[in-house]
């Protein structure tokens, strides 16, 4: 049974702060998503990455998946409050095979 | 933007009670799926579907559990005998072709 470990599982920090959550497994994943989930609502796709080594920027938001395609990382430049909700880390063995997700990290951006 | 659309967005259901989970998948959108995420804890695969059968599920999805896609535009979760360990937010999903899921807003279920 693949495992992600989603670390740290609570953040607070305040607006202006950088800030990095991790997404460890033992099990090689042919891809690894970030999603994003606002009270009430489901998951919001942020990014996938695919090849080992691999840096993905959105905006704030870099991410970067592990050279052994077993772990990632979501590190965010200059938080803001709007940043504030729970990131998710999902991943597939294969291309077909369904996405397992991590328990998330629960981000609060302070004013 | 296309969106995966689910009904109803909240349910309420007494213990015992059969339970039709309404889904919406976008149109062109090929796989689809049903996922759970009990309060607090972190969101879970329940089955997929494609080309009118399933081709996985998981250990939760037994036998008070099935999916229908009875009119090529609706993807249903039925729970047969509803329990009180079933109230969760339940997320349908669908996909294209690469393993990148759109996911609905969700249903909550709440089993009393």
């Known amino acids: 049974t693949q495992l992600l470990e989603q670390s740290p599982q609570f953040l607070s920090i305040q607006e202006g702060e950088n800030l990095t959550v991790y997404c460890n497994s033992s099990s090689v994943f042919s891809s690894l998503q970030w999603y994003r989930q606002e009270p009430g609502e489901g998951p919001v796709l942020l990014v996938t990455?695919?090849?080992?080594?691999e840096v993905k920027k959105l905006k704030r938001l870099t991410f970067q998946f592990g050279d052994a395609r077993k772990d990632s990382s979501l590190h965010i430049t200059a938080a803001q409050p709007g940043d504030t909700g729970l990131y998710l880390c999902a991943g597939a063995e294969t291309g077909n095979t369904p996405l397992v997700f991590g328990k998330g990290t629960r981000l609060s951006v302070i004013a | 933007e296309p969106e995966v659309t689910q009904t109803p967005s909240h349910q309420v259901t007494q213990m015992g009670q059969e339970v039709i989970l309404r889904c919406v998948p976008i149109?062109?959108?090929?796989?689809f799926y049903w996922y759970r995420q009990i309060l607090g804890q972190k969101v879970e695969f329940l089955v997929s579907?494609?080309?009118?059968?399933?081709?996985?599920k998981s250990e939760i999805f037994d036998d008070q559990f099935s999916v229908e896609r009875p009119d090529g535009s609706n993807f249903t979760l039925k729970i047969r005998s509803t329990k009180l360990e079933d109230s969760a937010m339940y997320f349908c999903a669908s996909r294209i072709g690469a393993n990148v899921l759109t996911f609905g807003a969700g249903s909550r279920l709440t089993v009393l």
């Open positions: 149109s062109n959108h090929l796989y």
């Open positions: 990455v695919v090849t080992g080594g």
């Open positions: 579907f494609y080309n009118n059968e399933i081709s996985e």
